[in-house]
Structures are given as C-alpha cells and as structure tokens.
C-alpha cells in the first residue's frame, strides 16, 4: 500500500463549481500536511498547509481526519486558473525529515 | 530574489555516461532533497540532507550520489545513466521547521538513450 494515496482523476469541472478531492495516509505517525499545486511542466509549489482544526484561503479550504487518516481539499467557485495537478504531502515529525508525495490528482476547469 | 536554482533544465544522455545536475539555494535553508517524477509515481525522494556535511538515502538512491560541502549547494550525480533514470529531477529546499514550506528548482528533464 501506498504511503499517501490520491485518486488521480482526472477531473473535469465546469468553471464556478465546486470540487473536492481526498487523500489518505497511511502512517498514523505522520505530523505535517500539505497540499501542493503543480502546473504543467513546472515546479510544485505550496498551496497551502493543513492544520487540525481545518483551515481555508479564500476559496480553498482543507480538512485533517486523523482518525480516518485522511486529508482533503475543497475549491469553491472554481476559476480557469485553477487547473493544474493538486499533490498531497505528508511529513513524519519527530526527527524525520521526509516528505511523502502521492501521485497528484489532475484537475481541468472547463469554461 | 533567486530561491532554488537547477542545472541544466534538459539533458540527453547515452547509456553509460556520467554526469551532474546542479542544485543552488540562497535562503539559507538547512534541508534539501532530491526528487525523481515519473508518471504515475508521484515525486521519489532520492537523497536528502539535513545540513552540510549530512546525506542520507532516501527511497530511491541506487544509482545517484550527493554531497553537502556547503550550505547553498546540493549536487546530484548520475554515476553511470541508464535508460531507468529518465525522468525529470526536482531539488528542493526548506528550513527544518515544523510547518515550513518546501521551495522548489524549475526541474530537469532528463533523458537517456
């Protein structure tokens, strides 16, 4: 089994909706939560970080289950620009330093 | 403001030869990686280093070395291509913080033939 597991999509939204993606973990030791944005043929880059209590940015809001060992990430009102691969991460504190990536789910916002 | 910096951002490879992508970082982050994306697989952590003078493997390190002579520089080098290590390579930096956000290179597509 994989360490973080993504459904790879696609997902093919029209512009304005809203779309959720999940991702799970399977190290209950796993402290630190990520989403990443990844365009086409670029760098990864932050998104936004995942704190228990839940979190959001502006459109963009993102879930930690601990329990059920997973994490998600809400858009609303999804926008043109928001097409692009979205890359779960998932950090062991406690004196390791590693990052895990899943497999990245692909998102396309259709006009 | 330069951040992470790699090079070359292509390079064609034979079967056999050696060769060294270049990873420089001005932020004086503690922590870099070095990361293999192929498709399907997600990025592959292929070494680490949490400070000059420390690596470590990560997940996939046959077949690559690196050191940390210096803070700002993380070298990776290729001992002997195979067509396997195809693939595009990301650097990575950040402080050892908790929380703390992962900076990345533009990337280099590798290719070898």
């Known amino acids: 089994r994989k360490e973080v597991e993504q459904d790879p999509g696609p997902f093919n939204v029209p512009e304005g909706a809203t779309v959720a993606f999940n991702c799970t973990y399977s190290?209950?030791?796993?402290?630190?939560f990520f989403w990443y944005r990844q365009d086409c043929r670029k760098e990864p880059k932050l998104l936004m970080s995942?704190?228990?209590s839940g979190n959001e940015d502006g459109r963009f809001t993102a879930q930690l289950n601990r329990a059920s060992q997973y994490i998600s990430l809400l858009i609303r009102d999804s926008k043109l620009s928001d097409s692009a691969t979205y890359l779960c991460?998932?950090?062991?504190?406690?004196?390791?330093?590693?990052?895990?990536f899943g497999t990245g789910t692909r998102l396309t916002i259709i006009p | 403001n330069a951040g992470v910096t790699q090079t070359p951002k292509f390079q064609v490879l034979k079967t056999g030869q050696s060769m060294t992508l270049q990873c420089a970082q001005d932020m004086n982050h503690e922590y870099m990686s070095w990361y293999r994306q192929d498709p399907g697989m997600g990025l592959r952590l292929i070494h680490y280093s949490v400070g000059a003078g420390i690596t470590d493997q990560g997940e996939v390190p046959n077949g690559y070395n690196v050191s940390r002579s210096t803070t700002e520089d993380f070298p990776l080098r290729l001992l002997s291509a195979a067509p396997s290590q195809t693939s595009v390579y990301f650097c990575?930096?950040?402080?050892?913080?908790?929380?703390?956000?992962?900076?990345f290179g533009q990337g280099t597509r590798l290719t070898v033939v």
């Open positions: 990575a930096s950040r402080p050892t913080q908790r929380n703390t956000e992962a900076f």
């Open positions: 190290n209950s030791a796993s402290q630190s």
């Open positions: 995942v704190y228990s």
């Open positions: 991460v998932v950090r062991r504190d406690f004196g390791n330093e590693k990052l895990t």
